[in-house]
């Protein structure tokens, strides 16, 4: 026994046994008790430490676990401190660059009156849509990384590398130059993802002068509006090939551009005014020329003569031109005249499109009509997303919450995904 539990022992002795008091039989008793008591009152004090203190590993480990854990990435819009917020537009103003610092270092520059949105971060990247523009990343390679760019119908797939990404709406010009890595597109065109990396520049174009066709053979079209889902691109035939150019050093000569043949049934044929086919003056990008010649042949018989790719051509032209009326008035002569066509379904998606600025409830009543009649369709995906962002616009996250899980169910990486997710909360 040691010093201590010596002085202990006599503390209780002394407590407990009158030390004045002349000795008896139950002197000793009491002593034992005493000493039992102590005894007990020590092994409880031991158990209580003991518990406590398996109680702090737990409690430890737990705080450690958790901050291990992989957070999904937050960014920074500029010089701002505050974070950016999923699923909101990012715009750089004219004649300025804007910065979006992400949190594990990625880097992504917007050169002027260029728009993006982030619709979604995880642990590993972000989903991100270019709506026009041009912007430069710098994506941190990890061996996690998982970052997809959206620009027009085109994905750009990214583990961690230095590229410029560009789409314009105007033209539907994709174009990709890279600095370093590799990254992987896929879209409309591309029969399988196509590798570009090193110091190549990748260019596709749906209003690229077409392949080489007969005049009566499937029918030539750009792709009228960016497509945002991948999942369901458009088909096409097999002679509609992209080109992977060197880099900055090769001769200009070899930037060639992929065109985009679309799958329509049914010739090409002429329009009544016997000039060339809007179909093909739209693959090419002259969408001015195509309401100037509809407009010499006179509108009423361009809509009611035309056919059905040509009619559908001389649609996205006015669009394109910024004649929404004239647009209008074109998709609802191809349903009309029409019905029960791609062209009449791609009508109904961008009669859509023509009236959310205007009439919110009858936009996304076209966008129903359009995913009830091609439910596989192209614009699916961007159509049950506008669908979602008209509604929690117009009555509220409560009543888009079942409209944002039917789209997590169909298109759970798709680009309105963070913008559901959103909606359905934590």
């Known amino acids: 026994m040691t010093l201590s539990n010596l002085e202990r022992a006599a503390n209780v002795i002394r407590k407990s046994v009158a030390v004045d008091s002349e000795g008896g039989p139950m002197q000793g008793v009491r002593l034992v008790e005493a000493l039992k008591r102590q005894i007990r009152k020590r092994a409880q004090a031991r158990r209580l430490t003991a518990a406590a203190g398996c109680a702090l590993l737990v409690v430890g480990a737990l705080v450690a676990v958790r901050q291990h854990q992989p957070r999904d990435l937050t960014y920074q819009v500029g010089t701002s401190k505050e974070l950016g917020v999923v ?24 050169e002027p009156r260029t728009r993006v949105r982030v619709t979604g971060t995880t642990s590993h990247g972000a989903v991100m849509i270019l709506e026009d523009g041009r912007a430069r990343a710098d994506i941190v390679h990890r061996n996690s ?41 896929s879209g409309p065109g591309l029969g399988s993802p196509v590798e570009v990396r090193g110091t190549q520049r990748f260019v596709l174009s749906a209003n690229a002068t077409e392949s080489a066709q007969e005049p009566n053979s499937a029918s030539v079209h750009s792709e009228p509006e960016p497509n945002i889902d991948s999942t369901h691109s458009p088909k096409v035939d097999a002679s509609a090939a992209a080109a992977v150019l060197g880099g900055p050093n090769k001769s200009s000569g070899n930037n060639l551009v992929a065109s985009h043949v679309g799958s329509v049934s049914g010739a090409a044929t002429a329009n009544t005014s016997g000039a060339e086919s ?117 009555k509220g996250p409560a009543s888009a919450q079942g409209a944002a899980r039917d789209y997590l169910e169909r298109f759970p990486n798709g680009p309105y995904a963070g913008f559901a997710r959103k909606i359905l909360g934590p």
């Open 87 to 110: 699923g909101n537009y990012v715009s750089a103003p004219t004649g300025k660059s804007l910065n979006l610092h992400f949190s594990e270092g990625s880097q992504v520059v917007l």
């Open 278 to 394: 809007w179909t093909r003056l739209g693959a090419r990008g002259q969408h001015h020329r195509i309401v100037e010649l509809a407009e010499q042949q006179g509108l009423e018989s361009a809509t009611t003569t035309a056919s059905r790719p040509d009619l559908f051509a001389l649609g996205n032209a006015a669009r394109f031109a910024g004649k929404s009326g004239l647009a209008v008035k074109v998709y609802r002569a191809v349903r009309e005249r029409f019905s029960n066509s791609e062209e009449a379904n791609g009508a109904a998606f961008f009669l859509g499109r023509l009236s959310e600025s205007s009439d919110p409830a009858q936009a996304m009543g076209w966008y129903e009509r359009y995913v009830a009649e091609a439910p596989t369709g192209a614009w699916v995906a961007d159509a049950l997303g506008r669908h979602l962002v008209l509604l929690n616009g117009t």
């Open 145 to 185: 990384a998982d970052w997809r760019i959206f620009a027009g119908p085109y994905v750009v797939g990214v583990t961690g590398t230095s590229f410029d990404v560009g789409y314009d709406v105007k033209t539907q010009t994709f174009e990709l130059k890279m600095y370093s890595g590799m990254v992987k597109v």
